[in-house]
């Protein structure tokens, strides 16, 4: 009844649902890359409480270079 409702509402939105893809370790999607660099960037810091891993991770989030977004888009479109 749940899923019927979700269908209803993406078809009232005018969504296109695009079907998954099967999973398997050399499929995974393109979101790898953007936590690759992410590791990279924080790495050998150290982190005394979750809150300074938050603060951290929004700072890499916001000063990375819109370009490196762009590139992580089309890597995800081109794995679809």
């Known amino acids: 009844h749940t899923n019927l409702k979700t269908l209803e509402l993406v078809a009232n939105l005018g969504w296109t649902v695009l079907s998954h893809p099967l999973y398997g370790p050399n499929l995974a999607p393109s979101h790898l890359h953007l ?3 992410m ?4 790495c050998g810091q150290h982190f005394p409480s979750n ?7 929004k700072h890499w989030v916001t ?3 819109s370009d490196f977004y762009k590139c992580c888009m ?5 794995r679809w």
Do not use: N, P, R
Not at 39 to 42: F, H, P, Q, S, T
Not at 51 to 57: D, F, G, K, N, R
């Open 51 to 57: 809150y300074t891993v938050i603060i951290s991770v």
């Open 74 to 78: 089309q890597a995800l479109l081109h």
């Open 39 to 42: 590791k990279d960037g924080l």
């Open 63 to 65: 000063f990375t270079d």
């Open 35 to 37: 936590l690759e660099s």
